[in-house]
């Protein structure tokens, strides 16, 4: 857990000094600072209402303990053995199996399964599941997920707004560099920057999950439960992969989109074979057979 939170912490850093190096070359200190500015704005608002937005996309409604009991007493177990207020529970109308979690902290914060996953996992599978779910909203992955969209977004608007002044010709920076090498690093800049803030945002999404495998596994006991769980999904959404907007791929457990080869790079996920093998390694290290 420690070696996942480190390496988030070291992506953001190297995200942070990418927008710093960026800001500086393409738009000076005060292009990037309004840049930062826009980004933030906009993030803010996704994650204020990341919770409300993220149901809808997903065509989840709301179940009532009533309607579902024993899917609301494990969520409110595995709350209570993760020391956070039970979240909202919501089931998605789709047969593909799948979960999310979502809200900007755990006070205010929901799961959803998909209606197929509770007929395809037996009950410790599910619990499995539930708990990586609880871990999200335990590490605060919204918050981290939302600081790398900002810096992430501020190096695109960025690389947007000096595409279009070298086009119109209006382009001018706090240090002015007019030599041929000074446009052409420039150009590069404006090509290399926004592909390298996506694949350092796509690798602190990578570390969150292994993190949220890590705790989880620790919130339930049951690594090999997940680990069985985890091979189940992966087999059914690359047989009935889900009808979802490319943008919440990352929520879910497993990435509901197809992709293989060279797409396997810009995963949102972990590759399922290394996420199986490291709850392996830690049921046998910490004597955990469930």
Request: glycine letters at 8%; a positive charge.
């Amino acid at each position: 857990m420690v070696t996942s939170t480190l390496k988030t912490f070291l992506l953001l850093a190297a995200l942070t000094a990418l927008f710093l190096i960026v800001g500086q070359a393409i738009g000076g200190r005060t292009g990037a600072i309004i840049a930062l500015l826009l980004a933030g704005g906009l993030n803010f608002f996704a994650y204020w209402y990341s919770d409300k937005l993220a149901l809808k996309m997903a065509g989840a409604r709301p179940v009532s303990p009533a309607e579902a009991p024993e899917l609301h007493q494990l969520v409110a177990k595995l709350a209570a053995q993760a020391g956070i207020p039970k979240p909202s529970v919501h089931i998605i109308p789709t047969q593909t199996p799948n979960a999310f979690a979502t809200g900007r902290n755990p006070e205010h914060a929901a799961v959803a399964v998909t209606a197929g996953i509770m007929q395809i996992l037996d009950w410790n599978e599910l619990e499995g599941v539930l708990a990586h779910e609880i871990a999200h909203i335990k590490n605060r992955d919204i918050l981290v997920s939302t600081v790398a969209a900002v810096l992430a977004g501020a190096i695109a608007y960025l690389a947007d707004i000096a595409q279009w002044s070298l086009i119109f010709g209006g382009f001018r920076g706090d240090d002015d560099d007019d030599s041929p090498m000074g446009y052409i690093g420039l150009i590069l800049m404006i090509v290399l920057a926004p592909m390298a803030a996506m694949l350092i945002q796509l690798a602190v999404s990578r570390s969150r999950e292994y993190l949220a495998d890590a705790t989880g596994a620790r919130i339930c006991r049951c690594p090999l439960s997940l680990a069985r769980a985890l091979e189940k999904l992966e087999a059914w959404n690359r047989k009935l992969p889900m009808r979802v907007n490319p943008a919440q791929a990352q929520m879910f457990i497993v990435n509901p989109l197809r992709g293989g080869g060279l797409m396997r790079l810009f995963s949102t996920h972990p590759p399922i074979e290394d996420r199986i093998r490291r709850l392996i390694e830690m049921a046998k290290r910490e004597g955990l057979a469930a």
